[in-house]
Every structure is written in C-alpha cells, then in structure tokens.
C-alpha cells in the first residue's frame, strides 16, 4: 500500500540518511530529497582536512553515489524550499514549485555565523562550509602566504593544520581564554595549544578582533589595544547558527534549533526533524540538547523516517564527536557539561596520546581521547551502559 510522497528538506547528511532509511523502512511511495547545492549529499568534516589540502576529491567525499539515488528512487531536487503550509501540506521551492507532501522531514543543517565588524565585508574573507567555500579559499591558499583564522574551535584548529600542511604561515586569532574553551578540559586545551605552536602556528588567545582593514582585499586584522596583524586571507570559524527560519515561519516550536521528541517529531506530528538544526531533549543530561555531529545527525535521521513509516525507534545513541589535526585523532564519548573533576590517562605535556575522562559528583560523563582508541571504545561502552565508574575504579582502569 503506498503512503504517498514523503518530501525531505536538506540534502544534509541528515537528509541524505532519512531518505535511505526510508526505503530500509518500508516507505514505498514517492521520496524526494531538496537541496540547494548542485552537488550530491556529501560529508563535510573533510572540508577542514582531506579536500581543503588536494587528498580527496567531490566524489570521494560524496555520501552516496548516483546510481543509489536511482535505484531506491528517490528524486533530487535542486532547489531552496522558501515555505511551508502545513495546512495544506505543501512547501514552495525557489524555482516556483509547490510540493505536497503525506511525511515531511527538514534537515535544514546551519550555517558558518557571520562576522559583523568594520571591514568583514572585504573580499579575502572566508568562511568553510561547503565545497565552494574551500574551492575559493584554495585560490588564495599559496605557499608562502599568512592566513588569519578568526576561532579557536575545532574548525579553527583544523583549518590550521591544514594550512600549515599547504605552506602557509598561520596565525589563530581566540578571543576566550584558551582554545576550545567551551568543550574541553584545560589540559587539552594546552595540549592543542602546544602542538599547534609547536607545528608553527601563532596562537593569540585573548585576542579580540576590532576591525578587519585593506584596499582591493583584506590585509589587516586590528586586535583590541590596536595591535595590527598583516594577512592575505582570513578565515572565520566561530561557530554554526541553525537553519531554523522555515520552521519559525511555519510555526513549529524553536529553541536553539528545531525542538523533537525523542521520535524525531516536531511540535507538528507530520514533519520531523534532524541533524543540526534540530534540538532534542536528551534524558541523559536531562536539557535541550543541539548536536553538531555526524554520528548524531545519522542517528536522528534514522529514527525519523522510523516515525514517518509509523515505526517506533527512539532516539538513544550516545553523542560522540572526533576531530582531526595533523597526526592527531581527538574521540570524544558524551558531553562534558558541568563536569566538576578530571581525571587525566598519560603526558598530555609531553606525549601525543592521552585521554581525559570528565566527572560529574564521582560518576563518569564524558571522555576525550586523543590517538587512544581503545579507550575511547571502553569509554562509549561505559557511558552507553550506564557503568557505575566512581574516581577510585577510573584511576586502577587508566594505571592498569
């Protein structure tokens, strides 16, 4: 019996996963899948790495191939859905067209946040989010040349090694205190610190941007206190702002992202959510919870085309996140926030392997590994279980 056509906005990875997983499921009606990029579904976490230094290519990095989207038939659309009626039960795309819809997904992802400073409009300035973006900061990416990064996040740190590995000199520009201030411990945050400077990257933490200057292009990043810093690109990585607008507009609920259930459902029962613009009350860490992670986009994307095909698959996966900068493979089990202790496995001062295990009141909540595999399978399995793990236990675990 067909259910109709089920319509997925956002050719995200997200998006992309809801459209598979709604054949896996069982949805035989029509799929179509919106994006607003010309290109297939592809992974962006590369875009840091592997395809901003030449060592993979569009294809490599796509999700799916062509020849996947014709056999389980679901149909691309190159477009920008621009409303929603839920009334009717219909979007309206960019190029005019009105799509009706029985099931609705929007996987609508984000967008790199903006800059708002004198001079952030100058030509020279980047941010890194899709294949565009790193194609036009390549033309500037030249041997020789300095490169400011405004950031010291993960896509900062990344952007960083990669532009040391193409011959740039880099400087990193952090306004807090540290490097990943928000989501890690001190301890790997000096580790990150040292092993950036120690690869010749210039890392300015406390330091506030101004105003970006030049002619023609950006050539100055004017710091708080009015020091000048020469470059011939700069780089924004201050973080992701969800693409909500089309669930405002329609009147679904929104806070920091699109709110689900944990079915994936929005405040609608006919659309769901997933992915980065999505926000999902995780009974774990008992708060709305928005996820910039792949394995966590996959995981909701899943469970709503469950709910779309009337199935019941909670969302129970734990968050896990990983980062790449030069030989280094950073893992991270759960979320860190409000730990109160840590408990740290090896020499972060000294060494290229450790892993820090993050406490709240004697139980474990989080771990960051850094080229430590192993403990970061053992830590996923702790935390997924639920493994009663007070300080005493992690100490004999980590000294054995």
């Known amino acids: 019996?067909?259910?109709?056509?089920?319509?997925?906005?956002?050719?995200?990875?997200?998006?992309?996963?809801?459209?598979?997983?709604?054949?896996?499921?069982?949805?035989?009606?029509?799929?179509?899948?919106?994006?607003?990029?010309?290109?297939?579904?592809?992974?962006?976490?590369?875009?840091?790495?592997?395809?901003?230094?030449?060592?993979?290519?569009?294809?490599?990095?796509?999700?799916?191939?062509?020849?996947?989207?014709?056999?389980?038939?679901?149909?691309?659309?190159?477009?920008?859905?621009?409303?929603?009626?839920?009334?009717?039960?219909?979007?309206?795309?960019?190029?005019?067209?009105?799509?009706?819809?029985?099931g609705l997904a929007l996987c609508t992802g984000g967008r790199a946040r903006r800059l708002f400073l004198p001079g952030s409009d100058l030509?020279?300035?980047?941010?890194?989010?899709?294949?565009?973006?790193?194609?036009?900061?390549?033309?500037?990416?030249?041997?020789?040349?300095?490169?400011?990064?405004?950031g010291?996040?993960?896509?900062?740190?990344?952007?960083?090694?990669?532009?040391?590995?193409?011959?740039?000199?880099?400087?990193?520009?952090?306004?807090?205190?540290?490097?990943?201030?928000?989501?890690?411990?001190?301890?790997?945050s000096t580790f990150y610190e040292r092993v950036h400077r120690e690869a010749g990257v210039d890392i300015r933490t406390r330091a506030l941007v101004e105003s970006l200057v030049g002619d023609l292009r950006v050539r100055e990043a004017i710091l708080a206190g009015g020091e000048r810093i020469p470059t011939d690109l700069v780089i924004v990585g201050v973080g992701l702002?969800?693409?909500?607008?089309?669930?405002?507009?329609?009147?679904?609920?929104?806070?920091?992202?699109?709110?689900?259930?944990?079915?994936?459902?929005?405040?609608?029962?006919?659309?769901?959510?997933a992915g980065d613009c999505a926000s999902h009350r995780m009974a774990r860490y008992d708060r709305l919870v928005r996820l910039e992670s792949v394995p966590s986009a996959a995981e909701q994307a899943k469970t709503a085309a469950a709910t779309l095909c009337g199935r019941e698959r909670p969302i129970a996966a734990l968050p896990w996140f990983w980062s790449d900068q030069y030989d280094l493979k950073l893992q991270i089990a759960g979320l860190n926030t409000g730990y109160d202790e840590v408990v740290i496995n090896g020499d972060p001062a000294g060494d290229r392997d450790f892993s820090c295990y993050y406490l709240q009141r004697g139980r474990l909540i989080a771990a960051d590994c850094v080229n430590r595999p192993r403990d970061f399978v053992w830590a996923k399995q702790a935390l997924s279980k639920g493994l009663e793990v007070d300080r005493e236990q992690l100490e004999d675990l980590v000294a054995s």
Do not use: N
Not at 135 to 146: C, K, M, Q, V, Y
């Open 1 to 102: 019996m067909t259910r109709g056509r089920a319509l997925v906005v956002g050719a995200s990875h997200a998006g992309a996963q809801v459209a598979a997983s709604l054949r896996q499921e069982g949805w035989d009606g029509e799929v179509v899948l919106v994006g607003d990029e010309a290109a297939l579904p592809y992974q962006r976490p590369p875009l840091s790495k592997a395809y901003l230094v030449g060592r993979s290519s569009r294809e490599e990095l796509a999700i799916r191939k062509t020849a996947f989207y014709a056999k389980q038939e679901i149909r691309l659309v190159r477009a920008t859905v621009t409303s929603i009626d839920r009334a009717a039960g219909c979007v309206v795309t960019s190029e005019g067209e009105t799509l009706a819809y029985d």
């Open 241 to 273: 702002v969800p693409s909500t607008e089309l669930a405002v507009d329609a009147g679904l609920e929104v806070e920091d992202g699109i709110v689900i259930d944990d079915h994936a459902r929005t405040s609608d029962g006919r659309i769901v959510a």
């Open 123 to 150: 030509p020279g300035i980047h941010y890194l989010r899709t294949f565009a973006d790193v194609e036009t900061i390549r033309e500037s990416a030249l041997p020789g040349r300095h490169a400011v990064i405004i």
């Open 152 to 188: 010291g996040g993960y896509i900062g740190l990344e952007t960083a090694a990669s532009l040391r590995a193409l011959g740039l000199e880099v400087t990193v520009l952090e306004a807090a205190e540290r490097v990943l201030e928000r989501v890690t411990a001190p301890e790997v």
